[in-house]
């Protein structure tokens, strides 16, 4: 499996040993496929970063790295999931000048935070929408922040009846 990740601001397709390693002893057969897809949907905007990853770009910006990436994961205000023991986070939220998340993902994040659980929502922002005329949410938060708030806020209202 071939994964972008970015790196130093442009976008590699090297292959991650340990997520490739995960990828190829996944039992369920459902989730691989939808990591795939994750995957996928992610690559166009710059893939997946590992925590890892992500921390090694916060440093020359902020005093503890850490624990920014910490609050915003357990406040979910950053989009991540975990695969097979690491924590992945889509590279399109993060404005890549001072790593700072973007307000546009940030804002639909805390919008679904409630309805969906992690794996939902990097689904929601990979995957086609209806609302937004079969577009997926990643490929239009850039140029339409507010159809894409619009439609969380519609998903969120049927998925919480």
Do not use: Y
């Not at 090297?14 to 369920?28: G, Q």
């Amino acid at each position: 499996m071939n994964l972008a990740l970015a790196r130093s601001g442009t976008t590699t397709n090297r292959v991650s040993p340990t997520l490739v390693r995960a990828a190829s002893t996944a039992d369920d057969e459902g989730k691989f496929a939808q990591f795939t897809s994750l995957v996928n949907g992610f690559r166009r905007t710059g893939g997946l970063a590992s925590s890892d990853e992500v921390l090694c770009w916060l440093r020359p910006h902020v005093d503890q790295p850490i624990s920014v990436l910490a609050r915003w994961i357990v406040t979910r205000q950053a989009v991540s999931l975990e695969w097979q023991g690491c924590t992945l986070l889509p590279v399109f939220q993060f404005d890549r000048e001072d790593m700072s998340l973007r307000a546009g993902p940030r804002e639909v994040a805390i919008e679904l935070r409630g309805a969906f659980d992690d794996w939902d929502v990097a689904s929601w922002f990979s995957q086609p929408n209806s609302w937004l005329s079969g577009v997926a949410p990643v490929d239009l938060i850039a140029t339409d922040q507010a159809a894409v708030l619009q439609a969380a806020r519609a998903d969120r209202f049927i998925a919480r009846g």
